[in-house]
């Protein structure tokens, strides 16, 4: 049981038994007395057999009883299997994976499927999702024991979860959150050209006038040719944000405020 607490509230027969592979006892054994005892559940027969804590209070509890080093192993052992033997187990997503490499200690390796847990999310635009996933990166990152020297694989890691979360916040028209993600993305890396590719997103907001009403525009990325996008309706930044992210590197990307959204003032009637 104290292995199937590590993997998790349910786990498959495969992975618990190939972890405990080596060690004493008959795993198969310990999961009847278990099923037996009412502790956990069984579901489901034959090969794709899984296991499930009755309570997660029942996990908790056998979680707790592990010694710190042994949870670190057992982790570690988890997530190597997992990620190393798809072919035998199911297809375990890299917020999983990610969790356990943090549990083993494995920063980097953590680190870095936070991150690509939070593209995948993001690339279905699931964003509260990839928000969180990134917020998890960026808190195992900073976990390093002793005040260690971070890495330059760490610094790029970090250097992309924050431009990413610049990118969310663009998507929520949050442009101040977005433009601060950005300039801490500049700050973690100290490659040129990165930093340049970084400011180029940023949002440069500048403001004109039509007759007397205020009308706020943005200006991204570089180049001798302007793209200039305006919505019909009143939405703002959002709409284009996929499309300024894929041109700001080699244009310059003019988005619009249309009135009545963002800084730009709104139409008062009678309209003409």
Not at 145 to 165: N, Q, S, Y
Request: charged share 25%.
């Amino acid at each position: 049981m104290q292995v199937g607490s590590a993997i998790g509230r349910e786990f498959s027969r495969e992975l618990a038994i190939a972890v405990l592979q080596g060690e004493s006892g008959s795993a198969d054994e310990a999961l009847e007395r278990a099923v037996a005892s009412g502790l956990i559940v069984r579901e489901g027969a034959g090969p794709s057999v899984t296991y499930r804590f009755r309570h997660a209070l029942i996990q908790e509890a056998a979680y707790a009883s592990l010694l710190k080093s042994r949870r670190r192993s057992l982790h570690a052992r988890i997530a190597y299997l997992a990620e190393a033997r798809t072919s035998e187990f199911r297809a375990y997503g890299p917020e999983w994976l990610a969790r356990h490499y943090a549990e083993a200690g494995e920063i980097n390796r953590a680190a870095a499927l936070w991150l690509e847990a939070a593209r995948q999310a993001k690339a279905t635009f699931a964003t509260r999702e990839a928000a969180s996933h990134l917020s998890a990166c960026l808190a195992t990152s900073r976990s390093l024991a002793g005040g260690a020297e971070v890495t330059p694989e760490i610094r790029h890691i970090r250097t992309d979860a924050f431009v990413m979360l610049g990118d969310l916040a663009s998507l929520a028209e949050d442009i101040a959150t977005s433009d601060d993600h950005y300039r801490q993305a500049i700050y973690e890396t100290s490659d040129p050209e990165v930093r340049q590719r970084i400011e180029k997103k940023r949002h440069h907001c500048r403001m004109t006038k039509r007759g007397s009403a205020p009308i706020a525009f943005y200006e991204h990325g570089a180049g001798d040719t302007t793209l200039l996008f305006v919505s019909t309706q009143a939405v703002g930044l959002a709409m284009f944000q996929p499309f300024l992210e894929r041109f700001c590197d080699n244009f310059r990307v003019i988005t619009v405020d249309p009135r009545g959204s963002g800084r730009s003032v709104g139409l008062r009637r009678p309209y003409t």
